[in-house]
């Protein structure tokens, strides 16, 4: 098959197709042709060398959507030829509330989506929603779940809640906001860039503020009438965060499921309690959540925010763009056979 295979940490030229061995579906498994993948900022991490659990060769890739082509001992072979999306999450476990000991996310160290074919357990393949291309769908898994996680099943956002979500051009975030309207709050977002508060707004959010800006809190403040943020969906971390603790309103909660800035030195922990905050962590999700995000995007027709389609060969590409922080929403790699 053509894989895309990181044999070296470095710049996106690392990123090449070669041929590589097809894998054969183990027990309970089995091996999907894959029509498409995403791009995670995961997948950035890892081929920097900034990621745990680093072992080269392999190839990357957690989001995949495709055909089942073959199946392994014990599991039902009718199931060739089913279109099919991924759950990238790996033995998660019968916990609702945390991941067991040896989770692992598909596309390291397990080899990935950026290839012709992967072999998963069978568990973690899932119909294709109809409302939803090849590209959509492989846009969903990773992103959709933490996002569904972190705004449903951990900071339980309600209808009428003021939500502020930080960073809204990235992956996750597009899919926070979409499941925060569905679920009937007011969004606010933040941005480095004007454009993309625009086109935020173009997809349900009420306002955005750009946090270049130095006066960014106290604009967010004057356009949400100061009334204050319910709950704040963050993955930037580093500075961030007190100006998050700052902005939430007594009585909130502040959801975290990445920290892009890395750790930070200045937070105000008086701020935590004095306000009564509730910060929730959360890391991708159950088969119950995958399951459940799925439903929602097939029951309300929703489709995930799309940046660009990209040729599996142009995987290069697609990961520049990420650096760059210049894409909205998903970034998708084709891959024909
Ligand atoms: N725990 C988990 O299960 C999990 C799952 C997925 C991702 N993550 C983590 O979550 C983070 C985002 O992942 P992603 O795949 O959505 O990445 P992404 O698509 O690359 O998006 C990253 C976004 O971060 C925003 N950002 C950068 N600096 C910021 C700042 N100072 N304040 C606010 N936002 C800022 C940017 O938004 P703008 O372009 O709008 O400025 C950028 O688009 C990463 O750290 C990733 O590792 C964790």
């Given at each position: 098959m053509k894989a895309v295979v990181l044999h070296e940490l470095g710049e996106p030229d690392q990123l090449?197709?070669?041929e590589f061995a097809d894998p054969a579906p183990k027990e309970g498994e089995v091996v999907v042709q894959l029509k498409a993948a995403a791009l995670n900022r995961r997948d950035v991490w890892i081929r920097r060398g900034r990621y745990a659990g680093i072992k080269l060769p392999v190839i990357i890739g957690s989001d995949g959507a495709g055909i089942v082509a073959e199946t392994g001992a014990g599991v039902d072979s009718s199931l060739v030829g089913k279109e099919?999306?991924?759950n990238p999450c790996l033995n998660w476990g019968d916990s609702e509330r945390v991941q067991?000991?040896?989770?692992?996310?598909?596309?390291?160290p397990d080899n990935g989506t950026y290839a012709e074919y992967v072999a998963i357990p069978v568990e973690n393949v899932y119909d294709k929603p109809n409302n939803l291309t090849r590209e959509e769908a492989a846009a969903i898994p990773l992103a959709g779940l933490t996002a569904y996680r972190a705004v449903v099943s951990r900071a339980n956002i309600q209808k009428g809640q003021t939500v502020l979500i930080t960073g809204i051009g990235g992956g996750v975030a597009c899919f926070a906001l979409q499941i925060a309207k569905i679920l009937g709050a007011r969004v606010f977002v933040t941005s480095h860039s004007d454009e993309k508060l625009d086109r935020a707004k173009k997809i349900g959010a009420e306002g955005g503020v750009n946090y270049k800006h130095d006066q960014w809190i106290n604009e967010l403040k004057e356009m949400t009438g100061n009334s204050g943020i319910d709950v704040v969906?963050?993955?930037?971390?580093?500075?961030?965060?007190?100006?998050?603790?700052d902005v939430v309103k007594p009585g909130g909660a502040i959801v975290m499921y990445g920290a892009t800035l890395g750790p930070s030195d200045n937070v105000t922990v008086r701020r935590i309690f004095?306000?009564?905050?509730?910060?929730?962590?959360?890391?991708?999700?159950?088969?119950?959540?995958?399951e459940n995000m799925l439903r929602l995007y097939s029951n309300n027709d929703l489709k995930p925010v799309v940046d660009s389609i990209l040729p599996l060969e142009e995987a290069f590409k697609a990961h520049s763009r990420m650096e760059d922080t210049a894409q909205f929403g998903k970034l998708v790699l084709r891959i024909d056979s």
């Open positions: 090449k197709v070669e099919v999306v991924i067991r000991d040896d989770f692992r996310i598909l596309g390291l969906v963050d993955s930037a971390g580093g500075e961030n965060f007190d100006a998050i603790l004095w306000k009564q905050l509730n910060i929730f962590g959360s890391t991708m999700g159950s088969p119950g959540d995958f």
